[in-house]
């Protein structure tokens, strides 16, 4: 006789927890929130690509050191921060991570507004 035989019949499943009216809208705060830094972000390079021939000729910058700023520098944050950024998301504390990240982010596009040259 096998085991499942003698064990208890399955029980119905138990309902879900209810989500309280709060948490529903701390999530959906944080989706909007998270979308508009997305959105913000994508806007702060597109701008700096409508920039791109006053910046040449105020700066002096050749066409590989305006290609270096648009692309390579994006590009090399995202390739050696990326990872480790997300390994700290997933491990840590989110909330933490992606204020942080926001604060820094702020600061460098601030501090760019400050550039004397190259």
């Known amino acids: 006789m096998s085991e499942a035989s003698t064990s208890e ?8 927890p209810t989500v309280p009216e709060a948490a529903g809208f701390t999530g959906w705060y944080t989706v909007v929130m998270t979308a508009l830094v997305a ?18 000729r105020d700066f002096h910058l050749s066409d590989t050191q305006v290609s270096f700023l648009l692309g390579a520098a994006f590009t ?5 921060g990326g990872p480790p950024i997300s390994r ?21 596009t601030a501090l760019c ?4 040259g190259y």
Do not use: H, N, T
């Open 88 to 108: 700290m998301a997933d491990r840590g504390i989110r909330k933490r991570v992606i204020s942080g990240c926001l604060a820094v982010w702020s600061m460098a």
């Open 9 to 16: 019949p399955p029980r119905a499943a138990e309902p879900l």
């Open 113 to 116: 507004g400050f550039a004397q």
């Open 39 to 56: 959105i913000m972000s994508q806007i702060d390079r597109g701008v700096l690509a409508l920039f791109v021939q006053p910046m040449k």
């Open 76 to 80: 090399l944050f995202y390739v050696v």
